[in-house]
């Protein structure tokens, strides 16, 4: 069973444009949620997460927005540039000591010229 | 990637042999994982650890085991290879099991195994 449902699969962006990937989940347990990215070659590094205390976080170009009633975050690339081309992951865990990050599916993002 | 180290990179096998993966970290972190990532899946966990020698199952365990004898090293190893086992691996470590700490996950390389 998929804990965390991610869309789109693939997305291409124009450079400058807004890149928007989401993510729902069905556990409401769950009370943390990072977004990790990946480049060609490389494995996934977190890129900034949130916690269901705050409705949204930014950090720099990279915004995630967070709706806990309705059960979905999303992650917001304003002024997108061909850098950020990479596969984007959402991940959620629930509170305790034994609990793991569980991911998303993916979204290959690709930003053109 | 600083600290973890996957070997090989790059691997082509023969359907029913066996093949161990390793991963080696130099940050002295307690938490060890491995994952394959295929397409329209994501990332899926294969197993993981909590210290040495001991060792819990992930989503995707079947086909596969793991040892870890000493707190850096953490080996995926599959016993008799399968055409279903092409995938990329990654090792990852954390200081704690939910990635609240620091860089979260911090994963490798990765290492491409593909199984004829």
């Known amino acids: 069973q998929q804990q965390v449902k991610q869309s789109p699969q693939s997305l291409i962006v124009q450079k400058g444009g807004i890149s928007i990937i989401n993510c729902a989940y069905e556990?409401?347990?769950?009370?943390?949620f990072p977004w990790y990215q990946q480049f060609p070659g490389k494995g996934p590094a977190l890129l900034i997460a949130?916690?269901?205390?705050?409705s949204e976080k930014k950090e720099g170009r990279f915004t995630i927005s967070f709706n806990k009633s309705a059960k979905q975050f999303s992650l917001h690339i304003m002024d997108s540039q061909p850098g950020d081309s990479a596969t984007y992951f959402c991940?959620?865990?629930?509170?305790?000591?034994?609990?793991?990050?569980?991911f998303g599916t993916g979204t290959r993002l690709q930003v053109t010229l | 990637d600083a600290g973890i180290t996957q070997s090989p990179r790059h691997k082509v096998t023969e359907t029913g042999t066996p093949v161990t993966l390793r991963c080696h970290q130099t940050?002295?972190?307690?938490?060890m994982y491995w994952y394959r990532q295929d397409p329209g899946h994501g990332l899926r966990l294969i197993h993981y650890?909590?210290?040495?020698?001991?060792?819990d199952k992930g989503e995707v365990s079947d086909g596969y085991s793991v040892s870890r004898s000493k707190t850096e090293d953490f080996l995926l190893t599959l016993e008799s290879a399968t055409s279903s086992q092409t995938s990329v691996y990654f090792c990852?470590?954390?200081?704690?099991?939910?990635?609240?700490?620091?860089?979260?996950?911090?994963f490798g390389s990765g290492t491409r195994l593909t199984v004829v």
């Open positions: 991940a959620a865990s629930p509170p305790g000591t034994a609990s793991k990050l569980t």
């Open positions: 990852a470590i954390s200081e704690d099991r939910r990635g609240l700490l620091k860089d979260g996950y911090t």
């Open positions: 556990n409401t347990a769950f009370d943390y």
């Open positions: 949130i916690r269901p205390d705050v």
């Open positions: 940050e002295n972190h307690r938490y």
């Open positions: 650890s909590y210290g040495v020698k001991d060792t």
